[in-house]
């Protein structure tokens, strides 16, 4: 597959994708040429500020230069009380870090990832699983709602053509229209 314009000169840019959530947050690495895979899963720190630093060392080890938070809508698209906290601690998070920050609608994704990776297996002998069972699941379907968030942006980027899509610092908006043209 060969790229248009000017793009096949541009480096390729590393993204973190993030999915966060109340105690975990999963983050998935890639870029437009590989595509997104799931990374790990972190525990939520005590603060936005601690969650910042072990997101900035992570980011350096990975040469990332972007974050894609998922922002969870509402079913009509409207932004209810967790997308605005999730607002608030993404746009934190990227001032701490330095990072630009672009959002994508994370509607359905741990559903997605659930039928991706499948149900949650018994535990010993048949019976249901253990409390431990439990948390590595939830934590694999966390990162790998972090991997189709962020493979939905790099697919978005991807048919665009604009390696940099709409970024947002500080929490404001750019002020370029979008290019549907």
Same mark, same amino acid.
């Given at each position: 597959m060969s790229d248009s314009g000017d793009n096949s000169s541009a480096p390729l840019q590393r993204v973190l994708g993030i999915d966060f959530g109340e105690r975990r947050i999963g983050v998935a690495?890639?870029?437009?040429?590989?595509? #997104?895979?799931?990374?790990? +899963?972190?525990?939520?720190?005590?603060?936005i500020e601690a $969650?910042? *630093?072990?997101?900035?060392?992570? &980011?350096?080890?990975?040469?990332?230069?972007v974050l894609v938070v998922g922002l969870p809508l509402d079913k009509d698209g409207t932004e209810g009380l967790q997308a605005k906290r999730t607002r608030e601690w #993404?746009?934190?998070?990227? +001032?701490?870090?330095?990072?630009?920050?672009?959002?994508? $609608?994370? *509607?359905?994704?741990?559903?997605? &990832?659930?039928?991706?990776?499948?149900?949650?297996?018994?535990g010993r002998s048949g019976g249901p699983p253990s409390a431990a069972q439990r948390d590595a699941y939830r934590s694999r379907i966390d990162?790998?709602?972090?991997?189709?968030?962020?493979?939905?942006?790099?697919?978005?980027?991807?048919?665009?053509?604009?390696?940099?899509?709409?970024?947002?610092?500080?929490?404001?908006?750019?002020?370029?229209?979008?290019?549907?043209a």
């Open positions: 690495l890639g870029d437009v040429e590989s595509g #997104a895979a799931p990374l790990t +899963t972190l525990s939520r720190a005590r603060t $969650d910042a *630093r072990v997101l900035a060392r992570l &980011a350096a080890e990975q040469r990332a230069e #993404a746009t934190a998070i990227a +001032t701490a870090t330095g990072l630009p920050l672009r959002f994508r $609608d994370e *509607r359905l994704s741990s559903v997605r &990832a659930e039928e991706r990776i499948g149900s949650l297996p018994r990162r790998e709602a972090a991997a189709l968030i962020l493979q939905d942006d790099l697919d978005a980027i991807r048919h665009t053509g604009d390696l940099v899509g709409p970024i947002e610092n500080d929490n404001t908006r750019s002020e370029e229209p979008d290019d549907l």
